[in-house]
């Protein structure tokens, strides 16, 4: 897979886990791959200069990705550095866990700017350039979005990139441009802190998996590699959920 792709990264804490991975990936598959974060300058390096000791290409590209110009001169400095866009993958995260009673007006705005303005953005930006090769756009979703949580603001984010993404596939699919998401279920890195593990094993455990385990950032980047194939291409608007069978919707 030849490309030019800017992996999108999350906008606080990033460029780690399942970021780095598919960063990581796409880039043993041949993509010169820019790396995003709004933070993070040492996890952005680190991958980065990952990605150049096995022989690839990188770049980092720290850009609030939310705010109108900076994400479009962070588009613009990609393409002009690495030639070409062909792959965006959207997967900004907002960690706002507060439940309804304790969730205010300013908080759930943030959180929704984060993932859903942020990714309206990126792909109107990006689209030109996509439109010219047959680009793909991929946007990271997750479980919650579709089964919904005690605490509204992430999965209302998350179920609002369902329908952004599914425009995008109306509105691109003429110019030869997919789109389609990734939806992960419980996804476990070898080093993630042990009360992380024991609290997602709590919500989601083993016995609710018809694979009965956890899934890892490796198998969530496998899932985008697939679709940002070129033999892959006949596929847009839909959502393939990475959960060991959690969901089936």
Known sequence: MKARSP???RSSPAARGVSA????????????VAVNARTSREEVEAVVAAIKSSGGSAMAARADITDPAANATMVDAVVRTLGRLDIVVHNAVAREHAELADLDLARWRAALAV???????????????????????IMIGGA???????????????????GLMRSLAVALGPKGVTANMVSPGRIEADDDPEERKRGLAKLRPDELIPLRRPGTPAEVADTVVALARRDFRYVTGQVIHASGGFYMG
Request: proline share 5%; charged share 20%.
């Open 115 to 137: 993932v859903l303005d942020g990714a309206f953005l990126t792909a109107k930006h990006a689209a030109p350039h996509l439109e010219r090769v047959g680009g793909t756009i």
């Open 144 to 162: 919650t979005g579709f089964t919904g949580a005690s605490s509204p603001a992430v999965p209302t984010a998350k179920a609002g990139l369902v």
């Open 7 to 9: 992996a999108k990264s």
């Open 21 to 32: 991975e598919i960063a990581l990936r796409l880039a043993r598959e041949g993509a010169a």
